[in-house]
């Protein structure tokens, strides 16, 4: 019931295209509609922080579609920044994609900058701006300018401002960042439509890090962009199979993940 | 081979231009010889053509040679006709060693008095009456007949009346004859248009440094913001021309996607245009006049007043992406735009930001089905190794950028022609028939078939053109 609420609430809020309300210090919530990663995230998607993606750009659709996802979730005009490269080893962004998946493209302003220290500089600027809904950054490999003074100041400037970043890292490694969460994507295959054609966007999302929370847990999603939110990839019919993900209790520390064995 | 041009002193040896090369060596054996080379002659030219900007912006260039200069209404501004014609001559000495200048009421006589006068004459109208007929600048055949009917001068013509001439000699003849001497008015076409709004400081003492030249373009931004205020008008682009002593011109463009007034922000986008160079601006001797222009300007209300947010948050969304193209380049910043088109690669174009004020429409996806269309489009499309291929569907085992992919799950063929309306009568183009497919990991791809088989001479290729979310 709440979940529902929530949710129409959101909805509302996107009709009216207004960004989300950031209070002073404790970040509004956005939730994605997976209870169980909800609840791993203490209520739903904070904005105003830094979300950190790594996905290989071999599954660089996976990767763009969670975080073109994310975006839609949070909300508001974004600033898709991406470097020459990422694109030209993962091919260009495509309107009519991510029309198809239920973002409008007309809320996104591009920029294709020549390396990555022009992409963070850019950053830093559109994350200055609080009009913006938020700004997603597009980097592959490890880039030097990328490190950890360079997220702290991304960080700061969306706190600030209370813009979120999302930070999508092709064939990227982990590495320490002041990011607020930090994900690993991978495809997933999708629930079946008739005729056995592929379905709906899936992924397999992992958790490998929150600040001040617990990290841990994989979870395999689809995205259904008629509601705007996620499912249990399980779900079927609209009722979650029991026991089907083990949440962990608040005491006991990270790293509680559990792994979903899938038939065939 | 032919002379295109010769100096004073060749010209008292006898030689002209059009003259074959071996007649001119021949006359005189020590002639010292250059390449021709009009592209770099109107370079210079237009070079030239800048730096007269500082006395007027409507220039017309005539190449290969002259330069036409509307000086109405600004002649004060330089202290007379006689401190202007002085001024001029001394910047057209440092680009060139021979200048003919000459003043007059219209474009076509002052180009007269300049090519073709010999005797300087105080009085303009009897200057141009001394000109002979070759100052019209009519067809060589004209000419002639002009000559052998015993006219020779334009005092010649300009005596007799218009009718029998123009019967004799063509309505042409007394037109041009007009406007050479002021009889009808005529305005040259000038390189540039002249801008809405023009300010401009001149120094005494020229500015050496780069930050003090912004600091003179931030005092004219806020005379330009009281200029357009009053005017209820804000700019679209601003132009910042720095002179330098030596003649040459640095200009400074920046655009704004909404109309602009404010001077801390013209500042600011200028200042990131300075950034983003990749020279640094070298001021040489110094700038001893700066000028900024408002090339393109449109309506601004005055403030308009933040009531919801909505106004200011599309005005600050718009600051950033002038920001960002000032820094980065117009091209770098874009929006997408949705088009009618079946063809993928050109169903939506990605156009820069500034350009667009409002924002297009999408259509929303159909409920019920998948996404149909991948949100990662590769260009151009990435050539696939079938392994395992059937007739009628898409291959079962396919190797890209050398990872083998297992198909478990496909949806399709989705045929997409070519655009046979382009192509020539007979000759369709191969058709895509593109195909949904998943492999085994869960990865989908939008793989199409180009051709069909059994037509062309080989098997038809497969390609990889985008990736599903």
Redesign the interface.
């Known amino acids: 019931m709440v979940d529902s609420l929530r949710l129409i609430r959101r909805r509302i809020a996107l009709i009216e295209r207004r960004g989300p309300l950031a209070g002073a210090g404790d970040p509004a919530c956005w939730p994605t509609g997976h209870s169980a990663l909800d609840w791993a995230l203490g209520g739903g998607l904070p904005c105003g922080r830094l979300h950190e993606l790594l996905a290989e750009s071999?599954?660089?659709?996976?990767g763009?579609?969670?975080a073109?996802m994310l975006a839609y979730l949070l909300g508001g005009?974004w600033?898709w920044l991406s470097e020459e490269r990422a694109w030209r080893q993962?091919?260009?962004?495509?309107?009519?994609?991510?029309?198809?998946?239920?973002f409008?493209?007309?809320?996104?302003?591009?920029?294709?900058?020549p390396d990555a220290t022009?992409v963070l500089r850019?950053a830093v600027?559109?994350l200055r701006?609080?009009?913006?809904g938020g700004v997603l950054i597009e980097l592959t490999g490890d880039p030097r300018a990328l490190d950890l003074t360079a997220s702290r100041r991304l960080v700061l400037a969306a706190e600030k401002s209370g813009v979120s970043a999302i930070l999508l890292r092709l064939d990227g490694q982990a590495a320490p960042s002041a990011a607020q969460t930090r994900w690993r994507v991978?495809?997933?295959?999708?629930v079946?439509?008739a005729?056995?054609?592929?379905?709906?966007?899936?992924w397999?999302l992992e958790l490998l890090r929150q600040r001040g929370r617990p990290a841990g847990g994989i979870w395999r999603v689809e995205?259904d962009?008629?509601q705007g939110r996620l499912r249990d990839w399980y779900e079927r019919d609209g009722t979650a199979l029991p026991g089907a993900v083990a949440p962990a209790a608040a005491d006991r520390s990270a790293g509680a993940g559990t792994t979903l064995h899938h038939a065939g | 081979m032919r002379l295109t041009a010769c100096d004073a002193a060749a010209r008292t040896l006898g030689l002209v231009p059009g003259m074959t090369l071996t007649d001119a060596q021949a006359r005189v054996p020590e002639l010292a010889v250059a390449d021709a080379d009009p592209a770099a002659d109107q370079q210079w030219l237009e070079r030239i053509a800048d730096a007269c900007d500082r006395f007027t912006p409507l220039v017309e260039a005539e190449p290969p040679d002259g330069l036409i200069l509307d000086m109405t209404g600004g002649l004060h501004l330089f202290g007379g006709e006689t401190a202007l014609i002085a001024q001029v001559e001394a910047r057209m000495r440092r680009w060139a060693s021979h200048v003919h200048l000459a003043m007059a009421a219209t474009p076509e006589g002052a180009r007269a008095l300049a090519r073709f006068q010999t005797v300087p004459v105080a009085d303009e109208a009897a200057a141009l009456r001394r000109l002979p007929v070759a100052a019209l600048e009519l067809e060589a055949d004209a000419l002639r007949d002009l000559r052998r009917a015993g006219l020779k001068t334009i005092a010649d013509l300009a005596d007799r009346p218009a009718a029998p001439l123009a019967a004799r000699f063509g309505a042409a003849l007394i037109d041009r004859l007009d406007r050479l001497l002021g009889r009808s008015d005529s305005r040259i076409v000038p390189r540039r248009t002249a801008p809405a709004l023009v300010l401009e400081r001149r120094f005494a003492e020229p500015i050496a440094t780069v930050e003090a030249a912004m600091a003179v373009i931030g005092d004219l931004a806020r005379e330009a913001a009281q200029v357009l205020a009053e005017r209820h008008r804000g700019g679209r682009r601003f132009v910042a021309r720095l002179y330098r002593t030596d003649g040459h011109v640095i200009e400074l463009a920046v655009e704004s996607g909404l109309p602009l007034r404010d001077p801390p922000r013209i500042a600011r986008l200028f200042a990131e245009g300075v950034g983003a160079l990749a020279d640094p601006i070298d001021p040489g001797f110094g700038f001893d006049m700066i000028r900024l222009a408002v090339p393109r300007d449109e309506p601004l209300a005055a403030a308009q007043l933040a009531l919801e947010g909505g106004e200011a948050r599309e005005e600050a969304v718009a600051a950033l992406i002038d920001r960002l193209s000032a820094r980065v380049g117009r091209e770098r910043v874009r929006r997408f735009v949705p088009r009618d088109s079946h063809i993928p690669e050109q169903a939506a174009l990605a156009l820069p930001a500034i350009d667009l004020a409002t924002p297009a429409s999408w259509p929303a996806p159909e409920p019920g089905e998948p996404p149909l269309r991948p949100i990662r489009l590769f260009d151009p499309p990435q050539l696939v190794e079938v392994i395992a291929g059937l007739p009628d569907g898409p291959p079962q085992r396919f190797r890209w950028r050398r990872i083998l992919h297992e198909v478990a799950r496909a949806e399709g063929p989705e045929r997409i022609g070519g655009q046979w309306w382009r192509r020539a009568p007979g000759d369709p183009g191969l058709a895509r028939d593109y195909y949904r497919v998943e492999d085994v990991r869960g990865r989908r791809f939008w793989l199409f078939r180009h051709g069909l088989y059994g037509e062309g001479a080989r098997d038809p290729r497969w390609y990889v053109h985008g990736l599903f979310a």
């Not at chain 1, 071999?58 to 996976?62: F, I, L, Y």
């Not at chain 1, 409008?104 to 900058?113: F, K, N, Q, T, V």
């Not at chain 1, 701006?129 to 913006?132: I, S």
């Open positions: 071999g599954e660089a659709g996976s763009s579609g969670f073109a005009e600033l993962a091919g260009a962004l495509s309107a009519t994609g991510l029309a198809a998946i239920g409008d493209p007309a809320r996104l302003i591009l920029a294709l900058l022009a850019a600027d559109g701006c609080p009009a913006l991978t495809a997933a295959p999708s079946p439509l005729a056995g054609a592929p379905g709906r966007p899936a397999d995205w962009y008629e």
